[in-house]
């Protein structure tokens, strides 16, 4: 079993930038890929970005390719999502999810955090 908790959420303007924590229990964490998920208002949840349990590898969606970064530290059993360049359309509820492999579906995580606010002013 893992439990995840996100924070670092919050109001930013266009232009700012965030760093949203995904914090793990459990000892084997970096066994495990961790993929960040969104959904904003009125829509339906997508992929922002996934890493490796390694931390070697990562994947973005086109969308945030260039403006967000994801790492972890699996010593401190810490996945981070660094946001740049913030725009309205970035606002969600972020989420994090663990799962044996690092892909694009959510179908492919089986742990989930419940989720933090980003909400980004023009």
Do not use: M
Request: glycine residues 14%; hydrophobic residues 30%.
């Amino acid at each position: 079993q893992v439990q995840l908790v996100e924070s670092g959420g919050g109001l930013v303007q266009a232009g700012g930038s965030l760093r949203l924590s995904c914090a793990a229990s459990g000892r084997t964490f970096s066994s495990y890929a961790v993929g960040w998920f969104r959904q904003g208002p009125g829509k339906e949840r997508e992929f922002v970005a996934t890493i490796t349990g390694s931390g070697f590898s990562t994947y973005y969606a086109h969308s945030v390719q260039g403006r967000f970064t994801v790492s972890r530290d699996n010593a401190k059993n810490t996945v981070y999502l660094q946001l740049n360049s913030l725009k309205p359309e970035d606002t969600a509820v972020y989420y994090c999810a663990a799962g044996g492999r690092a892909v694009v579906p959510s179908s492919g995580y089986d742990y989930w955090g419940q989720g933090t606010q980003v909400t980004v002013s023009s």
